[in-house]
């Protein structure tokens, strides 16, 4: 007889985290579901790395939810950036076409 030892794999729990609220941000939770995913992104990823290889899946899922996080954060920055110059040159103009 032959017996296969079974590896017990586990999927870390911090890069789940990481994903859902890296598609939460994009519905639900704007700013902070983006800062969430990618710290939880960054801890999941570092817990990955120090445990056993192979005992510990998740990778892909922490990659997932770091990239969803840092691209809601860029274009919330872009957008913030857009306003911004959009009141200070927008106001500029029109304040200048008030005056005769």
Known sequence: ???QTSSYRSTN???VISLIFGI???FVLPLIGAIV???CGHLARAEIRRAEPGTVEGDGLAIAGLV???VHLALA???IVFVVAFLLLGFGI???SLHW
Do not use: F, P, R, T
């Open 68 to 70: 969803l996080g840092y």
């Open 24 to 26: 939460c941000c994009w």
């Open 94 to 96: 029109g304040l200048h």
């Open 13 to 15: 729990s911090l890069a």
């Open 1 to 3: 007889m032959s017996y």
């Open 37 to 39: 995913a990618v710290v």
């Open 77 to 79: 920055l872009l957008a």
